[in-house]
């Protein structure tokens, strides 16, 4: 029984209401009609490991097979490698296609987060999430299994197939594996006791060789060309560095960018930001829960967007409209006043500064500039 497996060698784990979520998830799957494991638009390792392991639940309890979907583009290099290696086939889907399903599975995401194919009239009957959600509940699902608290869904997932005595596929395995160290920075981040005993437990089941190769893909001149642009563009506020990046060819390299400036030394956040498609996306970055980066995408975002996300992890879209530079030039002064408390940022790298003191020593940004 799932207690008695909790009191052995998976402390942490909340099997018990994992056992429960497992038989509706199988009950609501067993109905006639095509099932469809929808992930976020542009997937990161978290959701396309929860999709595959639902898929791999639904495929050994009830031998139905679920397709899973996604709404844009895998941006990252290790992403792609992800599917590849680990044979995790996707398709993508236009809001159009949702009617062709009967059953309708969210994971990593929710309904109205605004980052994913799913419309509003279309409700979702299932959502496994670890996503803050929006403080009224905007929507409803006969299964929701929500938990702001864990680190991954990956984690949650992994709980489910404990819970329904399923033996993960090592290729299964070796996603909620790199799914849980991908979104805790291998457990160094807004993690929980559950999210420690999955990541434990699952490296004994990861194919290592093949973790390697994902994240170590080979990745395109253009991504070591939008990095040099983004550390060009970095401004430091306070302690918040701000990164514009106009010239991106997917929407992840914004989170990517994020990530990797939260290393400079002193600071605390990182925003990332950039056009992509008519669409200027966000991402934040803190070290810890102390930032709480939700909240403040959410002001960021407000009445222009959607936005949410972890208090140490949040995400943002907003529509360019008619004017992108004025468009920009909002979001950096929304951005410097709610992640940046309106301190005045000064250029990252010394040859920037250098141009700035040459155009006479102001280094607030002209709305054509790069700032
Ligand atoms: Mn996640």
């Not at 109205?112 to 009239?121: I, P, V």
């Not at 992840?252 to 992509?276: C, H, K, N, Q, W």
């Not at 909240?295 to 360019?320: D, E, F, Y």
Request: with cysteine; charged share 25%.
């Amino acid at each position: 029984m799932p207690a008695a497996r909790a009191e052995s060698n998976q402390d942490g784990l909340d099997l018990g209401r994992s056992a429960a979520n497992v038989e509706a998830l199988l009950r609501i799957c067993s109905r006639r009609g095509r099932i469809l494991i929808l992930m976020q638009n542009n997937p990161d390792p978290d959701a396309i490991a929860s999709a595959a392991a639902v898929r791999d639940l639904i495929h050994r309890r009830l031998n139905r097979r679920a397709v899973i979907g996604y709404g844009g583009v895998f941006g990252r290099a290790e992403n792609r490698a992800m599917v590849h290696e680990l044979r995790i086939e996707a398709r993508h889907v236009k809001p159009e296609d949702l009617a062709r399903y009967k059953t309708l599975c969210l994971v990593d995401t929710q309904p109205r987060s605004g980052n994913n194919a799913l419309y509003t009239a279309r409700p979702a009957d299932i959502v496994i999430d670890h996503h803050l959600p929006p403080k009224k509940s905007l929507w409803q699902a006969q299964l929701a299994d929500i938990r702001p608290d864990y680190g991954a869904t990956s984690t949650i997932l992994y709980e489910y197939l404990v819970a329904a005595d399923v033996k993960p596929h090592p290729l299964v395995a070796t996603a909620l594996y790199y799914g849980i160290e991908s979104d805790t920075q291998e457990l160094g981040r807004d993690v929980c006791p559950a999210d420690i005993a999955a990541f434990r437990a699952l490296v004994a089941l990861a194919e290592t060789k093949r973790l390697a190769r994902i994240r170590r893909a080979p990745s395109p001149p253009g991504y070591f060309a939008r990095l040099h642009e983004a550390l060009g563009n970095a401004v430091v506020a306070g302690t918040a560095v701000i990164t514009l990046i106009r010239n991106s060819d997917n929407p992840d390299i914004f989170a990517e960018v994020a990530e990797m400036m939260l290393r400079l030394e002193a600071v605390r956040t990182s925003v990332a930001y950039g056009p992509f498609e008519g669409v200027v996306h966000l991402s934040a970055r803190a070290p810890d829960a102390r930032g709480n980066m939700a909240a403040r995408m959410k002001r960021v975002v407000s009445r222009l967007g959607t936005g949410g996300g972890h208090r140490s992890m949040a995400g943002g879209q907003i529509p360019v409209g008619s004017d992108l530079e004025k468009r920009l030039h909002l979001i950096h002064r929304r951005i410097i006043k709610h992640f940046a408390s309106g301190r005045p940022c000064r250029p990252l790298l010394a040859a920037r500064r250098d141009a700035a003191r040459a155009a006479g020593g102001d280094t607030q940004p002209a709305p054509q500039s790069v700032w």
